[in-house]
């Protein structure tokens, strides 16, 4: 299966910092990756799914404006929280489908703490 | 819309016991997927196996299977011979297509020596 990589894996940052989180598919032209957040303790729950080329599309009640989304290439999509507060602190996982419809690949996901 | 019910939030099971996590499903698409994923401590998501809605027979991956009920919209999955690293948290997901998957609340297993 696809291989996808997430950089950086964790992060700690001030509050009203921005942070960039980039997913990468190593071996698969994703056309469309998928951004999830995670609370402690929670579930997986999408935030918004990337389209290379065009714009991101957002699930209800996620800034767009907060959650800025890039998908310049097939195989790079990056999610930059912009003036981060501790409420933003979570685990942030991206996943790209393949071409079979059992296929989902996920990336090792990015751990922000905001202080 | 698609929604997914786990209603065990904690699992105990007797190591080379087997273990049943319930799953049960609503979607009014005709087609879908079901998915379930085991969540270590580190995070990643480590895909265990995959019910298409059509697939006449049960899924099975090595020690995991999936009991699905389609009429009854569940899709269990059932660890044989658990394993002290079997330890983990336990999602099942759904999806249509290639879109995002939708997530269940998780099952916490702890399998005890």
């Known amino acids: 299966g696809a291989v996808v990589s997430q950089h950086p894996s964790r992060v700690i940052c001030k509050s009203g910092t921005s942070v960039k989180i980039e997913c990468r598919s190593l071996?698969?032209?994703?056309?469309?990756m998928f951004w999830y957040r995670q609370f402690p303790k929670q579930s997986l729950m999408l935030m918004a799914t990337s389209n290379e080329g065009s714009k991101a599309t957002y699930e209800q009640g996620v800034e767009k404006d907060k959650f800025l989304i890039n998908h310049a290439s097939l195989t790079l999509s990056t999610l930059t929280v912009t003036s981060a507060h501790p409420e933003d602190s979570s685990f942030y996982i991206c996943s790209t489908a393949g071409l079979s419809y059992n296929e989902q690949f996920f990336g090792p996901g990015t751990r922000l703490t905001v202080l | 819309a698609q929604k997914i019910t786990q209603t065990q939030p904690g699992m105990f099971v007797q190591e080379k016991e087997a273990v049943t996590l319930d799953c049960t499903y609503d979607t009014s698409d005709p087609s879908y997927g079901l998915f379930w994923y085991k969540q270590p401590s580190s995070g990643e998501m480590i895909f265990l196996i995959y019910?298409?809605?059509?697939?006449?027979q049960n899924a099975t991956e090595g020690r995991y299977s999936l009991n699905f009920q389609k009429a009854r919209k569940s899709a269990n999955l059932v660890i044989s011979a658990s394993q002290l690293g079997d330890s983990a948290m336990y999602f099942c997901a759904m999806s249509s297509g290639r879109r995002a998957l939708t997530f269940g609340s998780g099952t916490r297993l702890q399998v005890q020596p």
């Open positions: 019910q298409g809605s059509y697939d006449q």
């Open positions: 071996d698969f032209q994703a056309t469309t």
